[in-house]
Structure formats: C-alpha cells, structure tokens
Antibody, heavy 118, light 113 residues
Framework: QVQLQESGPGLVKPSETLSLTCTVS????????WYWIRQPPGKRLEWIGY???????SYNPSFKSRVTISVDTSQNQFSLTLSSVTAADTAVYYC????????????WGQGALVTVSS | DIVLTQSPDSLAVSLGERASINCKSS????????????LAWYQQKPGQPPKLLIY???TRVSGVPDRFSGSGSGTDFTLTISSLQAEDVAVYHC?????????FGQGTRLEIK
C-alpha cells in the first residue's frame, strides 16, 4: 500500500529556510495529488501547497512567495521549502495524498515536528 | 475560503455512551451534480497523523468500526460514536474540499468521563 515519510531538520533558526522531503513508496508520484499540510500547536490543520501531474504545483496564498514544492521523480520524493521562517511556522508538517474522486487526504505521513527557534 | 466550525471544542463521555461531534460549514458543501457532500471526518491520536474515518459525510472507510457514523447535509454535519470505547480517545477533525482550498475544522478533543 502507499506509504509516505517526511524527513528533515527538526530545528530551524528564525529568518532561515525550512526544508522537508516526503518519500513515497508503493505508488508513483507522477500520478495523483500530493500535499504538504501543517498543524501548528493548538491550531487547525492548514494546507501549504501541493504537487500534481508529476510536476505542477499550487500554493496557499497565505504563504505568499515563501513556499516552493519541488519533485524528484527518480527518488519518488517531493520536497517543501519555506523561507524566512518565524516562530509562527513552528508546527508538525505532514505530507499526504489527496484523492480526487472522494476529495479526502489518505494516507498521511507520520509527520515531522519543526521548531523555529534561535 | 469555507470555514468549518466544530462543536464542542472538547467532550467527555462515559465508556459505552454515545458521543456526538458537530461540524458547521460557512457555506453549503453539497454538490448538486451527484447529491454528495464534500465533508470528511478524521481521527487523530496523540503522536499520530490524522486517520480518515468517513467521507462524503456518511460513507465509512473500510475497516472503521460501525459504531462510527456520519450524518448531515449542506452546512450541518455530525460524527456519532454510538458506544464509546477506550481506544476512541482522540481529536476528531472535519474537512471539506468543496472547492479549492480544502479546509479543516479546529478539532474536537474526545475524552473518557
């Protein structure tokens, strides 16, 4: 079955760039939609952006120009970079597959806690 | 963007009793083309990612116990656990994807009384 796993640094300094990678197994990321979603402490889940059709991307306007999602199809991975981070970017970051027919996220990665602190 | 508001924020129910969580949408999420509501429910246990329980407002995912049920249409939805078990302690989230972007409710924490 499809499995996703996030990886990357757990601590990032303010004003620097957060980078995470999602490794997908069991399915090619050339198909479907692959999201980055985050959950700040005590707040609701929030989508950051997504990859679709193996290379196209769409981003949440709330993140303006700070976010980039890239893909490495040879490794079946997609990555998130978020620049100029602040403490407000402290969150658990998830990658997840979105299913167009049912319009739900399933499955999810285990999540990666990223703390922004000096 | 559509705003989902869950109630209550937290809930304590005795084992074996019924638990109900509500989710209200700021606009209808009913597709007239297929008469389906783009509303899903997830269960999130501590240290784990959300797990999909129900989609199309009332369709249970394979393997989810039948004590979990979803109901509602348009803007008002309910997740019901008919007989609370200890393993049901979790935070429950509703999610809509009527149009882009998909949005989530703020979550409801369910505990044992």
């Amino acid at each position: 079955q499809v499995q996703l796993q996030e990886s990357g640094p757990g601590l990032v300094k303010p004003s620097e760039t957060l980078s995470l990678t999602c490794t997908v197994s069991g399915e090619s990321i050339g198909s479907f939609y692959w999201y980055w979603i985050r959950q700040p402490p005590g707040k609701r889940l929030e989508w950051i952006g997504y990859l679709y059709h193996g290379g196209s991307t769409s981003y949440n306007p709330s993140f303006k120009s700070r976010v980039t999602i890239s893909v490495d199809t040879s490794q079946n991975q997609f990555s998130l970079t978020l620049s100029s981070v602040t403490a407000a970017d402290t969150a658990v970051y998830y990658c997840a597959k979105w299913l167009p027919p049912t319009r739900v996220f399933d499955p999810w990665g285990q999540g990666a806690l990223v703390t922004v602190s000096s | 963007d559509i705003v989902l508001t869950q109630s209550p924020d937290s809930l304590a129910v005795s084992l074996g009793e019924r638990a109900s969580i509500n989710c209200k949408s700021s606009q209808s999420v009913l597709y007239s083309s297929n008469n389906k509501n783009s509303l899903a429910w997830y269960q999130q246990k501590p240290g784990q990612p959300p797990k999909l329980l129900i989609y199309w407002a009332s369709t249970r995912v394979s393997g989810v116990p039948d004590r979990f049920s979803g109901s509602g249409s348009g803007t008002d939805f309910t997740l019901t656990i008919s007989s609370l078990q200890a393993e049901d302690v979790a935070v429950y989230h509703c999610q809509e994807c009527y149009t882009s972007p998909c949005t989530f409710g703020q979550g409801t924490r369910l505990e044992i009384k």
